[in-house]
């Protein structure tokens, strides 16, 4: 008796062509159940032929080698199931992890079987350039959370959290656009970054146009932005001036540019992207000006720059932060 061939559990039913890529991506031979099933399940459909196709295209979008031991022993820890079942969840995450440690990148989660549904996660940190489904591009700022939602008519992402900078080509008449709370932008060949922040969504236009509109109020137009300008808040009006491109782009080169803020505002600035962490200990201290050009992948050299150029006393606390004082 030919052992049972494994199949999707409940929280696969909608995602079989994943299910099938983990399953036969694990790194090691697949056994005859394995072959069996995927056989019976890629000869039922045409469209499941393509499904698994475009889950290998979006493997290889991720730029790692899939053979890499790092991905192997991530893809067969989540792969491992005494039912001999795996969930989507578990199957893709073990893939996209791999992904992470060879990488040292963000995650790209496939969700459904197409590389035209995902979410592009990175961690504290972390940076990340991916391309989309179009052949455009985005970077994501660390903590940043976008997903993507393509299809033949239309180029539409989402922007959960964070920050992303967009190189988008021209399509024909699918503009690409980008919702982050209550803001939808949309733009053909163009450059551009979008944050979302406590105060709402921040808009810099590096180059081409952008159509802002608001999404609270039947998607209505609100401002047209042009290259060099930023646009600001929430609602029905749309704050706009120009923008300084290179410093407000800088963090896609690791770097943050300050120019004559508060240390306050630099320092909330420097943790929402470093995987340090530096404290401000005292009001005159968050009130000292800074200018300057940092790495904000080099806590230690950050906070010796501030304790040497700024008359300000740093010590690192046993859980490693940053506290930063004025000095007496």
Known sequence: MSPASPTPDNDDHDDPAAFWFARMNSGARPG???EEGFRAWIEADPDNKQAYRQCQIAWGALGVEAGAPDVLALRA???????????RRRAL?????????????GVWVLSASSPASALIVTGA????????????????APLTRLRLDYASDRRRVRLEEGQAYFNVLADGDRPLTVIAGDRAMSAGASR????????GPDIVVEEGALTVAD???????VANLAAGQR???EGAELRIASVDVESATAWRLGRLVVRDKPLSEVVETFNRY???????????AGKVRISGSFRYDAGREFAQGLASGFDLDVVQTPDGTWRIDASD
């Not at 820890?77 to 969930?87: E, I």
């Not at 995450?93 to 990148?105: E, K």
């Not at 995987?275 to 401000?280: E, Y």
């Open 32 to 34: 005859q159940a394995d």
């Open 93 to 105: 995450f073990g893939l996209t992890g791999g992904a992470v440690a060879a990488a040292g990148a």
């Open 77 to 87: 820890r989540a792969l491992k199931s005494d039912s001999g079942a795996v969930t």
């Open 274 to 284: 470093s995987s340090d962490h530096l404290v401000i200990g005292d009001d005159r």
């Open 231 to 233: 646009g600001t808040g």
């Open 215 to 221: 999404r609270r109020n039947g998607s209505r137009i």
């Open 192 to 199: 551009f970054q979008v944050s979302l922040l406590d105060e």
């Open 125 to 140: 940190g972390q940076r990340m350039t991916a391309p989309l489904p179009d052949g455009s591009e985005v970077t994501l």
